[in-house]
């Protein structure tokens, strides 16, 4: 039997002992490998829904955090302006410690006035006034008809002078810290409709006995002189205050019995 010799080409391989259909054994080839070129893949940039939605909030975050600075610079600058209008005073304040005479004047607006003499054409007195005791120069205010300097930080006593005031219908001296005694001489207020003494009661009070020369104010309809620390009895020239209608006495000091003469103080 002829035996054959098989070629086998260059980057072939033969392998023996491979069986076919047939049963006659046959080489198997087996293709050359080729060389594999790898392509570098191109980076895709993917961005989800939810990404580009945070970008874009924080992209708008950014302009509004940006716009509500910008409101809140020129809402500052605003309020710096007005309040810088509103403090700066029109008239230059006095550099020097004022008298008690001086910072009356100056309530009622008559600043640069020497004296309160300088204020007696003013009919009506209500201001605050701070640091200091009622002026004995008050007297002078003689048009004056009204006069109310409650809940003013003033000390002291109140001034014989004021007696001078004829012409009061109005007298309101209440919370403030008086002391002393109520003087005889506001028996002569004999217009007074309205007379308010009454204390702070927290401090100083009123002393001594209630004046008997309140008689003289006929046409009183308001007396009141409570929280005060007075002494003595009730005076009975009271009885002749027929036209009051509130009369205050409580918290006190007085001794004595209630007089009979209230009686005759229908008004009540």
Do not use: H
Request: hydrophobic share 35%.
């Amino acid at each position: 039997m002829a035996k054959f010799a098989l070629i086998t080409p260059p980057g072939l391989e033969v392998k023996d002992n491979q069986e076919n259909r047939d049963g006659i054994t046959r080489p198997t080839r087996e293709l050359p490998s080729l060389p594999t070129t790898t392509t570098p893949a191109t980076a895709v940039s993917i961005t989800s829904d939810d990404e580009r939605f945070s970008n874009q909030r924080q992209k708008y975050l950014l302009i509004g955090g940006g716009t509500i600075i910008l409101v809140l610079v020129v809402i500052l600058v605003v309020l710096i302006v007005v309040l810088t209008a509103t403090t700066t005073p029109t008239t230059a304040p006095p550099t020097a410690s004022l008298t008690s005479e001086e910072e009356f004047v100056i309530a009622c607006n008559f600043i640069g006035q020497p004296s309160l003499s300088s204020c007696q054409a003013l009919t009506r007195f209500e201001d605050s006034v701070s640091g200091s005791t009622i002026p004995s120069s008050i007297g002078t205010l003689t048009q004056l008809t009204y006069l109310d300097l409650n809940f003013n930080s003033l000390t002291g006593s109140i001034p014989s002078s004021i007696g001078s005031l004829t012409q009061l219908t109005y007298l309101d001296l209440s919370f403030i810290s008086l002391t002393g005694s109520i003087p005889s001489s506001i028996g002569n207020l004999t217009q007074l409709a309205r007379l308010d003494l009454k204390s702070d009661f927290m401090s100083n009070s009123l002393t001594g006995r209630i004046p008997s020369s309140i008689g003289r104010l006929t046409q009183l309809t308001y007396f009141d002189l409570s929280l005060n620390s007075l002494t003595g009895s009730i005076p009975s020239s009271i009885g002749s205050l027929t036209q009051l209608t509130y009369l205050y006495l409580e918290f006190n000091s007085l001794t004595g019995s209630i007089p009979s003469f209230i009686g005759s103080l229908t008004q009540l």
